[in-house]
């Protein structure tokens, strides 16, 4: 199992920059794949960005392509989400969520179904003012 943790959220006017990071704890020897997703007020989960615990860009959803990047630095078993030229419709909370690597999967598409991931974080709560 992997026990994840979320920060760096908060408020910020139209047009900033946050940087959210994940620490994930447990099994953290297994490769693992790490996402992004968001929750805004009277909607459901939207998966953000994907990628490999150890590298590797998997997806980044079309409303966040250009302004938003996923990184990881896996010493420190810690994933990032660097939002900029944030808009007030990016106004969530954001949540971080791992699987590990070895499922079988097919295509592409399961990277941003929240049902696909069995380890959550907390949220962490992200603010945009216009």
């Known amino acids: 199992q992997v026990q994840l943790v979320e920060s760096g959220g908060g408020s910020v006017q139209a047009g900033g920059s946050l940087r959210l990071s994940c620490v994930a704890s447990?099994?953290?020897?297994?490769?693992?794949?790490m996402a992004w997703f968001r929750q805004a007020p009277g909607k459901g989960r939207e998966g953000v960005a994907t990628?490999?615990?150890?590298?590797?860009?998997?997806y980044y959803a079309d409303s966040v392509k250009g302004r938003f990047t996923i990184s990881q630095d896996n010493a420190k078993n810690t994933v990032y989400l660097q939002m900029n030229s944030l808009k007030p419709e990016d106004t969530a909370v954001y949540y971080c969520?791992?699987?590990?690597?070895?499922?079988?999967?097919?295509?592409?598409?399961?990277?941003?179904?929240?049902?696909?991931?069995?380890?959550w974080g907390q949220g962490t709560q992200v603010t945009v003012s216009s």
């Open positions: 447990g099994d953290t020897y297994r490769r693992r794949y």
């Open positions: 990628m490999y615990n150890d590298g590797g860009v998997l």
């Open positions: 969520a791992a699987d590990f690597v070895g499922r079988l999967r097919y295509g592409r598409t399961w990277y941003s179904r929240s049902t696909e991931y069995p380890y």
